[in-house]
């Protein structure tokens, strides 16, 4: 079968991502009604890993793992964290049920095209992604040929691995009693045609704690997440756009209610030299301390932070 034919966007597609019994349709939650079911708890549990750069560079990993023994994985970050993710995902078993990637960038989806080239091992049952299209990819002339092979080796890849693009944000589903809810998809009409603007948001829930992952989301997709899906962004986690810095703007952070910083953040991101003044970790900072958040998870400072 060609692969291209082969990736789905409709709902019963969707609905197929459920590890277990079948998965009703997925509903699109707006509204007072909808709140309320979506407010409801799970009955599953997961921990999460915030898994630190092999090589103290800029990178996203994240490694969860539900009370039934599931695994799901976000993003996974460069080639050179391959080796480490190997050890991560061997101690989990070698197989991963659900890995998300945010958006095409090197720093986010290189670990997984890796793992899918050369398993060595690891299987990988679903992946969920939300495609820029071909004919975009151009928007960033220096990402374009690496993101062009890595949707070909997901292209290329069949051993037992479903390919799910999502085009339709506000889509739910449920793995192992963990709810799971896709806030923004790829998206053309913003204005600022990059591939951190389209970043596909997470929001990630069990009995007792929730998690928001925002990828490298900038301001313009931050708002039209924030003015959609407000009521779906407080969380317990919020993992900090674009590594913490030139993110989501200080309005979104501002709004939403969190009570957790989790920092996919290398040191000389975390604590800039003064002559990387594009570097804007330390606005966000500021930003957190008025706030009034005083707990943050590092992954330059808290190699491999767990949370059970």
Not at 43 to 66: C, P, R
Not at 73 to 80: E, I, K, L, N, R
Not at 154 to 174: C, I, L, P, S, Y
Not at 202 to 209: L, V
């Amino acid at each position: 079968m060609d692969r291209r034919n082969f990736i789905k966007t409709s709902a019963a597609a969707v609905a197929a991502l459920t590890v277990g019994p079948a998965a009703a349709a997925p509903t699109v939650l707006r509204g007072k009604k909808e709140k309320n079911r979506y407010g409801k708890k799970m009955k599953g549990h997961f921990s999460l890993t915030q898994i630190s750069s092999a090589t103290d560079t800029i990178g996203e990993s994240y490694l969860m793992k539900t009370r039934g023994g599931k695994v799901i994985m976000v993003d996974g970050g460069y080639a050179s964290d391959v080796e480490k993710l190997r050890r991560h995902l061997a101690k989990a078993g070698n197989h991963v049920d659900l890995w998300m990637i945010t958006h095409p960038h090197e720093d986010h989806m290189e670990a997984l095209a890796t793992i899918l080239a050369d398993p060595q091992g690891i299987t990988v049952r679903r992946v969920v992604y939300s495609r820029v299209p071909d004919e975009f990819l151009d928007c960033e002339k220096g990402s374009a040929d690496n993101a062009r092979g890595y949707y070909r080796v997901m292209d290329n890849f069949m051993d037992g691995t479903d390919f799910v693009n999502v085009h339709q944000a506000g889509q739910r589903f449920d793995i192992d009693g963990i709810g799971i809810m896709i806030l923004s998809v790829a998206d053309m009409s913003l204005k600022r045609r990059l591939y951190n603007e389209q970043s596909m948001i997470i929001r990630m829930w069990d009995d007792k704690k929730s998690v928001v992952f925002l990828g490298d989301a900038e301001v313009e997709r931050g708002d039209s997440v924030l003015a959609q899906y407000r009521e779906f962004l407080d969380c317990d986690y919020l993992q900090m756009a674009h590594h913490g810095q030139n993110g989501v703007s200080e309005q979104f952070y501002k709004t939403i209610n969190f009570r957790a910083c989790l920092w996919p953040t290398p040191s000389w991101v975390w604590d800039p030299a003064p002559e990387n003044n594009w570097l804007k970790t330390r606005d966000t900072r500021r930003w957190m301390d008025e706030k009034g958040i005083t707990e943050h998870h590092v992954s330059c400072l808290e190699e491999d932070w767990t949370l059970l």
